[in-house]
């Protein structure tokens, strides 16, 4: 059975940095690009970060270019989110996804991220 | 590429045939998906590249569509249908719709 789960969640305040985790197991993780989702409150999805099936390859919206990183850990079935200069508007939460003939085809539990003084 | 979907909020009873909207701002080519979202939940995908029904999921959901209009069709409306149901294009970067919430009447 497939699995992802997200750690690392929790309030933060504005301009600091945080670090999201998501433990794979159930299928090759090395064998798939991998995803993160976010959901603000009661809004809708936004797509955060891609990455390769080899970690060499990364794609972000401009919303969060230049301040959050995806990175992976194939030897660990791992995948990473490192946001830097957090603001209010990246309060939500935050999926990680296995990602399929370009759809998200396999989602964690989500873990929460609250950006607040 | 920006989805819009409509209507916003649909209220059906349970046995109806329901219909739910996608519009892209310009062509999918069909690289278009489905995803229900359940109260709490994690999404769960449905129907990939317009048509196809994912592993799992029930025969009563399908879609359809082509260039920019694309649809969800739930066959015979069941109360585990109820959800937030959002639109997703691939074709050129990754976009959300900003979902249809289903209510049973």
């Known amino acids: 059975e497939v699995q992802l789960v997200e750690s690392g969640g929790g309030l933060v305040q504005p301009g600091r940095s945080l670090k999201l985790s998501c433990a794979a197991s159930g299928f090759t993780f090395s064998n798939y690009y991998m995803a993160w989702v976010r959901q603000a409150p009661k809004k809708g999805l936004e797509w955060v970060a891609t990455?390769?099936?080899?970690?060499?390859?990364?794609y972000y919206p401009d919303s969060v270019k230049g301040r959050f990183t995806i990175s992976r850990d194939n030897a660990k079935s791992s995948l990473y989110l490192q946001m830097n200069s957090l603001k209010s508007e990246d309060t939500a939460t935050y999926y990680c996804?296995?990602?399929?003939?370009?759809?998200?085809?396999?989602w964690g539990q989500g873990a929460s991220v609250t950006v607040s003084s | 590429i920006q989805l819009t979907q409509s209507p916003s909020l649909l209220s059906a009873s349970v046995g109806d045939r329901v219909t739910l909207s996608c519009k892209g701002s310009?062509?999918?080519?069909?690289?278009l998906a489905w995803y229900q979202q359940k109260l709490g939940e994690a999404p769960k995908l449905l129907i990939y590249?317009?048509?196809s029904l994912q592993t799992g999921i029930p025969s009563r959901f399908s879609g359809s569509g082509s260039g920019t209009d694309y649809t969800l069709t739930i066959s015979s409306l069941q109360p585990e249908d109820v959800a937030t149901y959002f639109c997703?294009?691939?074709?050129?970067?990754?976009?959300f719709g900003s979902g249809t919430k289903l209510e049973i009447k």
């Open positions: 590249n317009t048509n």
């Open positions: 310009q062509n999918i080519n069909n690289y």
């Open positions: 996804a296995r990602r399929a003939v370009g759809v998200m085809d396999a």
């Open positions: 990455i390769s099936t080899s970690g060499s390859r990364t």
């Open positions: 997703y294009q691939y074709n050129n970067g990754l976009t």
